[in-house]
């Protein structure tokens, strides 16, 4: 029999239609598909074309965060050298608390004297359980030697980079209220246990809040700040970034030449070379969407 009569339906044979739950439509097979199947074949439909600029100014908040925690790090080792007193890591203390409250005051969109005063009243509280916590994080880790200390505290310091959330989505806006995800949790979690392994091995008591309140101050507030600055106006972000990427730069360098071309080398990799990976590899990405797909359902809930 000529194979041509099969591709055309007889009078008698009905024509084959795509159904969804339609079961097997007699004459044809379960897996038949006809001329027009490949007509709703679409090509890297949800392929995101991006540009070079607009990669490496995204890239510009991670910089920004390690730049940060790079900052962190100086001032702890600056603290275990005694090269920082008591009093000036207070004053700094001080310092980062008012400015961080400036920021956030002329750049949130809602701000009122409650908010702030809600604030104001929570940092009271924190402020004084670290305090009267201090003898005890001053103890905690005396039986532990001082390599093991250095080493736990670098690997959490790794998986708090890893895991942080810099897009700032997690990040609880002033008025707004957002559950964190798993992830961010465990990067805060990471970063509060190396700073209290810092603190461990500083001899005063005082010594210790003091660095206890920096690095959570740093650590839990910082993004916040970073992301009012962001969404507040982004040429400022940017101009904030590279400032702060200079003078990150300016005291590694007088810290230790290697560190500092270590440090450049990383902000170089992740701010130009990441993004220039990620323009090269998404010439070779191919998405191909049809009938086939699995469809999507959309629910429209109305009140």
Same mark, same amino acid.
């Not at 024509?15 to 027009?36: C, I, L, S």
């Not at 090269?83 to 400015?99: A, R």
């Not at 940092?123 to 103890?139: C, D, E, R």
């Not at 040429?235 to 400032?243: A, E, K, N, P, V």
């Given at each position: 029999m000529d194979s041509s009569i099969n591709e055309n339906p007889s009078p008698t044979r009905p024509r084959w239609r795509k159904v969804a739950y339609g079961g097997m439509q007699p004459g044809f097979d379960d897996n038949h598909t006809d001329e027009t199947f490949l007509e709703a074949m679409v090509m890297n439909a949800n392929v995101v074309k991006r540009s070079m600029l607009k990669v490496m100014q995204d890239s510009v908040s991670i910089s920004q965060y390690l730049c940060i925690v790079a900052l962190v790090v100086l001032v702890w080792t600056c603290t275990l050298r005694s090269t920082l007193n008591e009093n000036t890591l207070l004053l700094l203390d001080v310092s980062l608390l008012g400015l961080g409250f400036l920021v956030l005051i002329l750049t949130a969109e809602m701000m009122s004297l409650n908010l702030l005063f809600h604030y104001f009243i929570n940092i009271s509280f924190f402020t004084t359980g670290l305090y009267v916590s201090a003898p005890i994080y001053q103890t905690?880790?005396?039986? &532990?030697?001082?390599?093991?200390?250095?080493?736990?505290?670098?690997?959490?310091? &790794?998986?708090?980079?890893?895991l942080h959330d810099y897009s700032g989505s997690t990040i609880r806006a002033p008025g707004a209220l957002k559950n964190p995800n798993l992830t961010s949790c465990i990067s805060l979690n990471a970063s509060v246990v190396a700073s209290v392994f810092i603190a461990s091995r500083l001899p005063s008591r005082i010594q210790v809040f003091a660095i206890m309140l920096f690095s959570l101050q740093v650590f839990l507030f910082a993004p916040l700040v970073t992301y009012c600055i962001k969404k507040y106006s982004f040429q400022l972000h940017l101009w904030f970034s590279f400032g702060l990427m200079v003078l990150t730069l300016a005291f590694v360098y007088m810290l230790h030449r290697l560190l500092f071309v270590l440090l450049l080398g990383l902000l170089v990799f992740v701010t130009v070379v990441c993004p220039y990976w990620l323009i090269r590899i998404q010439e070779y990405k191919f998405e191909i969407n049809g009938p086939w797909d699995e469809a999507k359902l959309c629910f429209d809930i109305t009140e």
């Amino acid at each position: 029999m000529d194979s041509s009569i099969n591709e055309n339906p007889s009078p008698t044979r009905p024509r084959w239609r795509k159904v969804a739950y339609g079961g097997m439509q007699p004459g044809f097979d379960d897996n038949h598909t006809d001329e027009t199947f490949l007509e709703a074949m679409v090509m890297n439909a949800n392929v995101v074309k991006r540009s070079m600029l607009k990669v490496m100014q995204d890239s510009v908040s991670i910089s920004q965060y390690l730049c940060i925690v790079a900052l962190v790090v100086l001032v702890w080792t600056c603290t275990l050298r005694s090269t920082l007193n008591e009093n000036t890591l207070l004053l700094l203390d001080v310092s980062l608390l008012g400015l961080g409250f400036l920021v956030l005051i002329l750049t949130a969109e809602m701000m009122s004297l409650n908010l702030l005063f809600h604030y104001f009243i929570n940092i009271s509280f924190f402020t004084t359980g670290l305090y009267v916590s201090a003898p005890i994080y001053q103890t905690l880790t005396r039986s &532990i030697s001082s390599d093991s200390i250095w080493a736990v505290t670098v690997s959490l310091l &790794i998986l708090h980079l890893f895991l942080h959330d810099y897009s700032g989505s997690t990040i609880r806006a002033p008025g707004a209220l957002k559950n964190p995800n798993l992830t961010s949790c465990i990067s805060l979690n990471a970063s509060v246990v190396a700073s209290v392994f810092i603190a461990s091995r500083l001899p005063s008591r005082i010594q210790v809040f003091a660095i206890m309140l920096f690095s959570l101050q740093v650590f839990l507030f910082a993004p916040l700040v970073t992301y009012c600055i962001k969404k507040y106006s982004f040429q400022l972000h940017l101009w904030f970034s590279f400032g702060l990427m200079v003078l990150t730069l300016a005291f590694v360098y007088m810290l230790h030449r290697l560190l500092f071309v270590l440090l450049l080398g990383l902000l170089v990799f992740v701010t130009v070379v990441c993004p220039y990976w990620l323009i090269r590899i998404q010439e070779y990405k191919f998405e191909i969407n049809g009938p086939w797909d699995e469809a999507k359902l959309c629910f429209d809930i109305t009140e």
